[in-house]
C-alpha cells in the first residue's frame, strides 16, 4: 500500500504535502510532487494538507486516476528520474523532469488561453 499523489497537483505543487510528510518521501518534478511507494509510511498526513485534495490512498483513488499509481512509482524508475529509493527528499532530489503521462497534461491555463483568444 501507499499513498499516491494524482493529477490535482499538477501545477499546483505548493509544497504543503512535502512539509507534512515526516519520512520526506514526497519528491518535487516540475509539475507536481511524487511519491516513493517503497518510502511511504501511509500515515496519511499528506493527505489531510492537500488544498486541492490530489493525495488518495491507493485503494481509494478514483478509476479515472488509476494510472497515477504507476505514474508515481515510475517517476523513480531509470525512464523518468533514476532516483530509485533516495531515502528523503532533499535538495539533490528535486527536479524539472515529469513522468511523460504529467509532461503531456494540458493545463486548464492553455486550455483557458487558446479559447480566450479564440473568442475575443
Ligand atoms: S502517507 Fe505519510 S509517509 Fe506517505 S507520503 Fe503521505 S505523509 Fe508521507
Ligand atoms: S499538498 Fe497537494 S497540491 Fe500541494 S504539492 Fe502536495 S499534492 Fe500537490
Redesign the pocket.
Known amino acids: 500500500m501507499?499513498?499516491v499523489i494524482a493529477s490535482a497537483c499538477i501545477d499546483v505543487k505548493d509544497g504543503a504535502?512535502q512539509t507534512?510528510?515526516?519520512?520526506e518521501?514526497?519528491y518535487e518534478g516540475g509539475r507536481m510532487m511524487y511519491?516513493q511507494p517503497d518510502e511511504?509510511?501511509?500515515?496519511?498526513?499528506?493527505?489531510s494538507v492537500c488544498p486541492v485534495e490530489a493525495?488518495f490512498a491507493e485503494e481509494d483513488l478514483p478509476a479515472e486516476e488509476r494510472s497515477y499509481l504507476e505514474v508515481n512509482a515510475e517517476f523513480f524508475s531509470p525512464a523518468v528520474t533514476d532516483w530509485g529509493s533516495p531515502g528523503g527528499a532533499n535538495a539533490r532530489y528535486k527536479t524539472c523532469k515529469d513522468h511523460p503521462l504529467v509532461a503531456a497534461f494540458a493545463s486548464g491555463k492553455e486550455a483557458g488561453g487558446v479559447g480566450a483568444k479564440g473568442t475575443r
Request: with cysteine.
Open positions: 501507499t499513498y504535502c507534512a510528510c515526516p519520512v518521501c514526497i511519491i511511504c509510511i501511509n500515515c496519511g498526513l499528506c493527505l493525495i
